[in-house]
């Protein structure tokens, strides 16, 4: 998703290559989330960005998160079983609902 220079107005990479920021919400929630994943609303997301380890870079003005193991260029991060889980049912949830690209799961 944020590899997708289609997406560079909406959401893209942050200078460092370190996190990502969605530039713009709306169009986020409305565009982009529902190609990649079964959310169409940014308080869902966010949480499942939690259990996977990602935070909120509280010195940006924007929407910018970030994880330790997520970086540019090396897109799937190393996460701990509990994510791994819970991204496998997600996969499963919008693969059954026709919602997903299935390479973002790649």
């Known amino acids: ?3 997708d220079p289609s997406t560079d107005s909406v959401v893209s990479w942050s200078g460092n290559g370190k996190s990502f920021i969605v530039w713009n919400e709306s169009e986020f929630c409305r565009d982009v989330l529902p190609r990649f994943s079964h959310y ?3 308080a869902p997301f966010i949480r499942r960005l ?3 380890g990602f935070k909120k870079i509280e010195s940006s003005d924007q929407w910018e998160y970030g994880s330790d193991n997520f970086l540019r260029g090396h897109p799937e991060p190393n996460l ?3 994510a791994v889980r819970a991204r496998l049912k997600e996969l499963a949830l919008a ?3 026709g919602q997903a690209d299935p390479s ?3």
Do not use: L, T
Request: charged residues 40%; proline residues 11%.
């Open 40 to 42: 169409k609303e940014m």
């Open 1 to 3: 998703m944020v590899d």
């Open 50 to 52: 939690g259990n996977m």
């Open 95 to 97: 693969s059954k609902k």
């Open 80 to 82: 701990p079983p509990d």
């Open 104 to 106: 973002f799961y790649r």
